[in-house]
């Protein structure tokens, strides 16, 4: 069946710039997460839904950071007044409960973000 | 502070040969740990994953072995195969779905 999806795989915006980045998770998987992934570290959470609510938002860095999933399914990423220090790879994951460390998160292929 | 460490960012191993990747931990309420590996351009995919009630997890030519007391963890690969090539990362979590990762760990399999 298809994984989750995420697009555009690549965006370059200029700083100060508003970015919408999408996700299209497993169907059927209520629990969705978002991370960013910056050049020589692992993953670092910004967000999980559980449905269509922000179960945990905790990880996301600033309030220009902010993400929606307004139906269950598809969430949007979204980033205002870019700065350059943003730049990084923007992956997506669903599971499908979520609530638990075991309940195996899929990945997407990512968003790389370049902010000039 | 890092609360999940790969102190080597690359290894090198002979195909057909044993891979060994390690990883520290400081937090004592981990007591979930996963290993995922990455190729380019694609996102981490699930490989193995082991709970603190064990010591040992195996799964095919991938075993992860977990030491509470030293606070480390390890997956070996045996045979390693070029399609092994990738970056492993490991990540750990303490009862809920946060995860914490660390930095990966770059695998050459050499022919």
């Known amino acids: 069946g298809a994984g989750v999806s995420q697009t555009p795989s690549n965006k370059v915006t200029e700083k100060g710039k508003y970015v919408e980045l999408r996700c299209d998770p497993i169907s059927g998987h209520t629990a969705l997460y978002w991370y960013r992934q910056s050049l020589g570290q692992g993953p670092e959470f910004l967000i999980y839904?559980?449905?269509?609510?922000?179960?945990?938002d905790s990880g996301l860095p600033n309030d220009r950071f902010f993400a929606v999933r307004p139906e269950g399914s598809v969430s949007t990423l979204k980033i205002q007044r870019t700065e350059r220090g943003d730049s990084a790879v923007y992956l997506c994951?669903?599971?499908?409960?979520?609530?638990?460390?075991?309940?195996?998160?899929?990945f997407g292929p990512g968003t790389r973000l370049t902010v000039l | 502070d890092q609360q999940v460490k790969q102190n080597s960012p690359s290894l090198s191993v002979q195909e057909g040969r044993i891979s060994i990747l390690n990883c520290d931990y400081t937090n004592s309420m981990f007591d979930y740990f996963l290993w995922y590996k990455k190729y380019p351009a694609e996102g981490p995919t699930f490989l193995i994953s082991?709970?603190?009630i064990k010591d040992k997890n195996e799964d095919g030519r991938f075993t992860v072995f977990l030491n509470k007391s030293a606070k480390h963890l390890s997956l070996h690969i045996v045979p390693s195969q070029p399609g092994d090539s990738a970056v492993y990362f490991c990540a750990a979590g303490d009862s809920n779905y946060q995860l914490i990762w660390g930095a990966g760990t770059k695998l050459i399999i050499k022919p």
């Open positions: 082991i709970s603190s």
């Open positions: 839904f559980q449905g269509t609510g922000a179960a945990d």
């Open positions: 994951a669903s599971s499908p409960s979520g609530g638990d460390d075991s309940d195996t998160q899929y």
